[in-house]
């Protein structure tokens, strides 16, 4: 073979390797020119990012062409090698083909070699085709692989992307004025002459209020042509320009802004207008309109206020307003304003005190609007309990007022159960709302209620402020006095009616109103666990002193269960609150508000002596009626265990005298511990331990003897004598003959029971005991409710009172009996039946039913079994 000094790569070289050929000569002339035009790109963005960063605008002539100058003889350097750049040579195009083929032999070179000796051997022919048929299978192989001009090895530190980087950069802080900083570099007039091209450029826009929310509005210049523009009131027209050159003609309903004119750049100044309607502004340059604005105003329009429910005063003294509100923009605030009502024509009367205001809460969507509600405690006010008129006013976030209709309203005022401190607040009120005409009167009235305080149980220290109150009044000169005297009268009522009781409602109020402010503004979860943490503290204070207030006999299961309902809803409050469900937490923090004006309610409603005394006794009358129940069960319980001994004893020895089971001390035998286990489960309360464990009789005659002390107390509170009770007096001493005679002991009066009956007879006597306790009941009811006693907070008669948790059923059974016998039959759910036969049919059913049951003891259905052959 002999290799050519130059290879040949024309069409006698075959199609295959040709059109590899061509395809390598330009990959490799993009190789060569794509490394000067990066970098000559490279020096094009560079001057763009300094063109755009303003380094143009404020250099002086020489500076901006010196520095075009640069850059391009930059740009030039970086495309030089593009003059030296020739078409690759056919060698270099082979091995580009010998490279990207990646085998040993160059099969592209080796193709265009021709053979040496070519003497016509015909075996030197044969190797020779052979030899380059497999170079042609070779080639046709080969792929010529993408330009690579090597920029990593010739820009190893990436400058060319930093440049781009720096120029996107820089035409994001450019924005709008990317052309006009780029066309600085190239202005290259004198600076006289720029000068005074600025100065006859004319800027001119809209500002729309900060309410609007919207973007500034820019007046087109390239046309003279009036142009409409939509923009909200209270806009600011702003015209900038050279003041001897440029003039602004305004028409309609815009006037000068408030905001002062600045003076931007020398020979520059701009004036601002403020836009209240529609409106017309002509821009003029040297006298030549230039731009005409038609202005189209959206009115703001003034938010609206109007009450949705009547005002509702609270037992407490606060005042709940119900009211929706609306603004196009969004609301900044409202409030409850107080005034008193008085002919428009003349002018309001004077007052010592300011009248009160109430702010109110917005309702909690984006832009304050919708319906809300609003709990003030306005209680403590000296406008308190006056006659006022109110209106409610909202303020939206663009300065507009609106107000709702008047309405006319007893102020809400705390309520005083002791008529002398009533009496005080009522002459703190007038001495308040007539400073001029009711001293004389005031006066008048303080030396009336300081009359005999020995007859009227005045306290000296209250008396002596009386005094006091009296001769500062008299001696008063001015306001301040005037004022002096009704903060006095206003601290002794409160000190007559609660004594320091009054601090803890306060914490209690203020913890809810810091919590529902918070709620309302949407403060962080720590703060709210805070103030969460403030509330249950004051309410825990206030129930505490609401309980130790409290009578010593009150139901202390009552106070049970409000602390239980307080914690669960202090715990569900929070929960709502830390998991974003503020409306939730702000609706149960309402409840939990009117929970505690109940409590105050029920707290201010305290009975008189006579009715506490009364509900006493009544209470002593249930836990009668209870332990009778009580009683009668365990003398049933030991008749059941003699009578089951009895018939063991003779079935081992039947002619055994019967004398020989003899009854314990207790009058009953001896359980074994089988019975012990069986009965264990019907024992009474843990309290009842010490009475159970006298005698049968004993216990019967110490309830005989607490049910005429009973008697005894209700005949001194006025109560007529009740038979009931009279013959549940019969049936109990009969009852306790009857178990005494069982056991061969005198009476508890001294005189032997019958001793006939024994502990089945007992058993029939305490019942009827137990029935007459009942109608005794019952008549006494009725006679609470003639005498307006009956009804107790509940609306219930007092001695069938019995409170339960919200949703809990009646326990009641068919006989008409509560949970704790303390129900007859007219109060329970049989007092609807047709009749006696109805009620006489419910019975037997129910008998029936719990007969036929057999998980209950077997002494339950003996019991059962003799209440159904009874007569």
């Avoid at 300094?50 to 380094?55: N, P, Q, R, T, Y």
Wanted: glycine share 8%.
């Amino acid at each position: 073979m002999k290799d050519s000094d130059q290879p040949s790569l024309g069409p006698e070289q075959g199609g295959s390797l040709g059109a590899l050929a061509t395809l390598a000569q330009r990959v490799l002339m993009v190789e060569r020119v794509w490394p000067p035009l990066v970098f000559a790109l490279a020096v094009v963005i560079l001057f763009l990012a300094a063109s755009w960063l303003g380094v143009w605008q404020f250099a002086p002539r020489s500076f901006r062409i010196a520095g075009v100058v640069l850059f391009a003889v930059a740009c030039g350097i970086a495309l030089a090698p593009l003059a030296r750049l020739r078409r690759p040579a056919p060698r270099d195009v082979l091995a580009r083909l010998d490279r990207d083929a990646g085998a040993n032999h160059r099969p592209a070179s080796s193709l265009a070699d021709s053979l040496a000796n070519d003497d016509g051997d015909p075996g030197t022919q044969a190797m020779w085709a052979a030899h380059r048929a497999r170079l042609e299978r070779a080639v046709d192989a080969i792929r010529v692989a993408p330009p690579s001009p090597r920029m990593a090895e010739r820009d190893p530190y990436a400058i060319r992307f930093g440049v781009a980087l720096l120029a996107f950069a820089a035409a994001v802080a450019a924005g709008p004025e990317t052309y006009g900083r780029l066309a600085a570099a190239f202005d290259w007039r004198s600076d006289e002459a720029i000068a005074a091209t600025a100065a006859s450029r004319i800027d001119a826009w809209i500002d729309p209020p900060p309410y609007a929310g919207r973007p500034p509005v820019v007046i087109d210049f390239k046309t003279a042509a009036p142009q409409t523009l939509n923009i909200p009131e209270d806009s600011i027209l702003v015209v900038r320009g050279d003041p001897s050159l440029v003039e602004t003609r305004i028409e309609g309903a815009i006037s000068p802004s408030d905001q002062k004119d600045e003076v931007p750049e020398k020979n520059r100044a701009e004036k601002r207008w403020t836009i209240h309607g529609v409106g017309k502004a002509t821009i003029l340059r040297s006298g030549a309109p230039v731009a005409v604005a038609i202005l189209a105003v959206t009115p703001a329009g003034a938010p609206t206020i109007a009450s949705t429910e009547e005002p509702r005063a609270n037992i407490s003294g606060s005042l709940t307003l119900s009211y929706h509100v609306d603004d196009r923009f969004g609301l900044a605030g409202a409030r409850a304003d107080f005034a008193r009502p008085h002919d428009g024509a003349a002018p309001a009367p004077r007052t010592l005190a300011p009248p009160p205001q109430a702010a109110l809460q917005l309702p909690p969507t984006a832009n304050g609007a919708g319906d809300a509600k609003t709990t003030v405690d306005l209680s403590e006010h000296p406008w308190a309990g006056a006659k006022v008129t109110m209106t409610l006013s909202a303020v939206s976030i663009s300065g507009k007022t609106g107000q709702s209709g008047p309405i006319e309203m007893t102020l809400p005022q705390r309520i005083f159960h002791n008529p002398l401190a009533r009496a005080l607040v009522e002459q703190r009120r007038a001495l308040i709302l007539d400073p001029d005409n009711a001293p004389k009167r005031v006066e008048t009235a303080l030396t009336g209620l300081a009359i005999a305080p020995e007859l009227f149980d005045t306290p000296a220290q209250i008396y002596l402020g009386l005094k006091q109150a009296n001769a500062s009044l008299h001696d008063a000169k001015s306001d301040a006095d005037l004022l002096d005297v009704a903060a006095m009268l206003w601290a002794m009522a409160l000190q007559i009616e609660d004594g320091d009781a009054s601090q803890a409602e306060r914490d209690l109020r203020a913890a809810e109103q810091a919590l529902r402010e918070a709620l309302q503004r949407g403060a962080s979860d720590q703060e709210i666990r805070k103030l969460m943490d403030q509330l249950r503290e004051a309410a825990k204070r206030f129930m505490s002193e609401m309980a130790r207030n409290n009578q010593p006999d009150a139901n202390a299961q009552d106070q049970n269960l409000q602390a239980q309902d307080l914690d669960k809803l202090l715990d569900q409050m929070e929960d709502k609150a830390r998991n974003g469900s503020r409306e939730d937490a702000q609706a149960m923090l309402d409840q939990m508000q009117e929970m505690f004006e109940n409590m105050r309610s029920a707290r201010d409603g305290e009975e008189s002596p006579g009715e506490r005394e009364m509900r006493k006794q009544i209470g002593e009358l249930e836990k009668l009626l209870h332990d009778q129940q009580a009683l009668r069960d365990d003398t049933f319980r030991s008749d059941q265990r003699d009578r089951t001994r009895k018939r063991a004893h003779n079935r081992a020895a039947p002619g055994q005298d019967d004398q020989q089971a003899q009854p314990d001390e207790d009058g009953s035998n001896a359980p074994d511990q089988g019975d012990n286990d069986a009965d264990s489960s019907a024992k009474p309360d843990q309290d009842q331990a010490d009475q159970d464990a006298l005698p049968l009789d004993e216990r019967q005659g110490a309830l005989r003897d607490r049910l005429a002390e009973l008697q005894r107390k209700l005949k001194s509170l006025g109560m007529k004598g009740e038979k009931g009770f009279d013959d549940a007096q019969g049936d109990m001493k009969e009852a306790e003959g009857d178990l005494s005679g069982d056991q061969g002991k005198p009476g508890k009066d001294g005189q032997g029971g019958k001793g006939k009956g024994g502990k089945g007879a007992a058993v029939d006597a305490q019942g009827r005991a137990l029935e007459a306790l009942r109608e005794g009941a019952q008549g006494l009811g009725k006679q609470m409710q003639s005498q307006g006693q009956g009804q107790g907070r509940n609306g219930k008669g007092n001695y069938v009172a019995r409170r339960t948790r919200p949703g809990e059923p009646p326990s009641d059974d068919p006989l008409g009996r509560g949970a704790e016998g303390d129900k007859g039959r007219e109060d329970g759910p049989l007092k609807e039946t047709a009749g006696a036969a109805e009620r006489a049919r419910r019975v037997m059913e129910e008998l029936r039913r719990r007969l036929a049951d057999p998980a209950r003891p077997v002494d339950e259905r003996d019991y059962l079994e003799r209440l159904m052959k009874r007569d």
